[in-house]
């Protein structure tokens, strides 16, 4: 029962260079979202989808893009990694029901960008 | 915009302590409440998860409790032990949006041998 799951848990990244971390879930979820969390600055969403196909903005989107080709699958790149982008990343996905429903998160991608 | 806050930031206990982390959210229109506990280096793992209709949950040792109208949360862990030494976050998900969740800083909790 693998949950969330997020490639690659590490990476570290020259200024400029370009990545695509991706998180995969096998529970089916609807909704899947990236967040980035910093230093005294807690968790901040990226962007999230509410679908296939779909992608939509959080609070502090620039810098990235996402992709949800797959039910399963929601991919965040960045284009030209820049030092501020440095965080650890995490995906989550929920079904997104009618009722509130739980949030899983995935253990993380620790980027450093260099 | 919804903004959660959690106090303390940090808190030291000795073990067998029972206590208390406090939630606050400013706005109460939310479908769920969700606590995690996130240990260092680690993912977030869901601890226990209050439905706006629901007062509270229970799981072993902890008891969350939901006050939608003044915008609480509070965690109770009881018999404390040196395991339970973590960060604490909750995070609401207000009503109308995607699902989103919006976090607190979360309470670093430590417990002494």
């Known amino acids: 029962n693998a949950g969330v799951t997020q490639t690659p848990k590490f990476r570290v990244l020259k200024t400029g260079q370009s990545m695509t971390l991706l998180c995969a879930q096998d529970?089916?979820?609807?909704?899947m979202y990236w967040y980035r969390q910093d230093p005294g600055m807690g968790l901040r969403l990226i962007h999230y989808?509410?679908?296939?196909?779909?992608?939509a903005k959080g609070e502090v989107p620039d810098g990235y893009n996402v992709s949800r080709l797959k039910k399963q699958n929601f991919l965040l790149g960045l284009e030209s990694a820049a030092p501020s982008q440095t965080s650890v990343y995490f995906c989550?996905?929920?079904?997104?029901?009618?009722?509130?429903?739980?949030?899983?998160f995935g253990q993380g991608t620790r980027l450093t960008v260099v | 915009k919804q903004e959660v806050t959690q106090i303390p930031a940090a808190l030291s206990v000795p073990e067998g302590e029972n206590l208390v982390l406090n939630c606050s959210f400013t706005?109460?229109?939310?479908?769920?409440l969700q606590w995690f506990r996130q240990d260092p280096g680690k993912g977030l793992t869901s601890l226990l998860l209050?439905?706006?209709?629901?007062r509270e949950q229970t799981s072993g040792r902890l008891n969350a409790s939901l006050d939608k109208s003044s915008g609480r949360s509070t965690l109770y862990i009881a018999a404390s032990q040196p395991g339970d030494s973590a960060t604490y976050l909750c995070?609401?998900?207000?009503?109308?949006?995607?699902?989103?969740?919006?976090f607190g800083s979360g309470t670093q909790l430590t417990v002494l041998p």
């Open positions: 209050i439905q706006s209709s629901q």
């Open positions: 989808s509410v679908g296939e196909g779909t992608t």
């Open positions: 529970m089916n979820h609807e909704y």
């Open positions: 706005d109460s229109a939310i479908y769920n």
């Open positions: 995070a609401v998900i207000k009503s109308g949006s995607a699902r989103q969740l919006t």
């Open positions: 989550a996905s929920t079904t997104g029901g009618a009722l509130g429903t739980e949030a899983f």
